[in-house]
């Protein structure tokens, strides 16, 4: 894209299907790379990026030529896939519908990426619903609380 510049840095955040905790320990490292290749094969790069038992934060710098929702798409529907294909899992695994996206600045790369890194330790105090509507006030999204992911504490 001649004289085309940008820097395009977006936290996604999404849930597993029910908020049930499928993604084990056993194959956390495995659906981190397929992820991370599939970003990869869009022209965007990972920074970070930790899947918990229900639910998965990824920073990533994305090409201006695919969108946000596209990106997110295709990480959804191929991470999926895969782990379908690899039955680790019994019964199909699914996403939750939706997901949040966050920008940040260049000057917040090094904070978000250790925020994403210290997922483990951050749970211990907090739930993913409290950390999740954090996001959404720190960044004055406007939201309707019957379309949020599916809460189970």
């Not at 990106?71 to 690899?86: A, D, F, H, P, R």
């Not at 330790?121 to 996001?135: G, N, P, S, W």
Request: hydrophobic share 35%; aromatic share 14%; with cysteine.
């Amino acid at each position: 894209m001649a004289n085309s510049y940008t820097q395009l840095y977006v936290q996604f955040v999404f849930a597993v299907k029910g908020r049930a905790n499928l993604i084990k320990e056993t194959f956390r490292d495995e659906i981190e790379k397929v992820i991370s290749g599939i970003v990869t094969n869009h022209d965007s790069k990972t920074y970070a990026i930790y899947c918990n038992p229900d639910h998965v934060h990824i920073l990533v710098s994305i090409h201006p030529t695919i969108s946000v929702s596209k990106l997110v798409e295709q990480i959804k529907s191929g991470s999926s896939k895969w782990l379908n294909e690899k039955r680790y899992l019994p019964g199909k695994f699914n996403w939750q519908v939706g997901y949040g996206a966050f920008s940040y600045s260049k000057s917040q790369i090094d904070h978000v990426v250790k925020y994403i890194l210290n997922q483990p330790e951050h749970h211990k105090k907090r739930t993913f619903r409290e950390e999740y509507l954090d996001l959404l006030e720190k960044f004055e999204i406007e939201y309707n609380p019957k379309y949020l992911f599916e809460w189970i504490e």
